[in-house]
């Protein structure tokens, strides 16, 4: 079986890439060192052979790196945030997250959430639940507690009246 990548050196610098066979695309490794960019080749092409344990074999490599990233809950990530909040801010965290429409995520850890999970709580609540969501991912990801895949993945979904005024905008005739 032809192997899916191929590992590329270019450039002054010699900085290694990994190229896609099946999509044509090149991607930088990010090293100079033959030996780790070898090693991130491999990992792909173990990626490719066996998808049903990449989860698990990224939750071993994050456990590793933080030991109470694989306990840690969106509970726990709320009462964070309500902890840095005071006065009013405060009131309005502590009201907001006693939605029950967080309840499918709020004893789930964040390393098994997935984006059903997300569509679920969304779909149960309203715009604000949605505010708060998305604000508790992003405190996630700013405090390295929630991994991310690629740069796609930065932030929940917008509600549909933001994506509507979004679409209107974007799309609105530019005056010449």
């Known amino acids: 079986m032809k192997k899916r990548y ?6 002054e610098r010699n900085t290694f890439y990994c190229f896609d066979t099946h999509t044509k695309k ?4 990010r090293t100079s060192k033959a030996a780790d960019a070898r090693r991130l080749v491999d990992a792909r092409h173990e990626a490719v ?16 790196a933080d030991s109470a990233l694989a306990a840690r809950t969106w509970q726990e990530v709320m009462e964070k945030i309500i902890s840095m ?7 309005r965290w502590e009201y ?3 939605d029950t429409a967080f309840d499918p995520i ?5 390393l098994e959430t997935s984006s059903e999970h997300f569509l679920e709580v969304l779909q149960k ?4 639940t949605n505010v708060y ?7 996630a990801i700013g405090m390295n507690w929630l991994p991310l895949a690629g740069p796609a993945e930065t932030s929940v979904a917008a509600s549909p009246i933001q994506r509507e005024t979004c679409d209107y905008v974007c799309r609105a005739p530019k005056d010449h």
Do not use: C, D, W
Not at 125 to 128: A, N
Not at 133 to 139: I, K, P, V
């Open 6 to 11: 191929r590992l590329v050196r270019r450039g």
């Open 26 to 29: 090149r991607e930088t490794l």
């Open 49 to 64: 052979r066996h998808p049903s344990m990449n989860l698990q074999i990224a939750q071993v490599y994050l456990q590793h």
């Open 85 to 91: 909040k005071t006065g009013n801010t405060r009131e």
């Open 96 to 98: 907001a997250i006693q």
């Open 106 to 110: 709020r004893k789930r850890k964040l």
């Open 125 to 128: 609540g309203s715009v604000s």
């Open 133 to 139: 969501l998305r604000r508790a991912h992003n405190f």
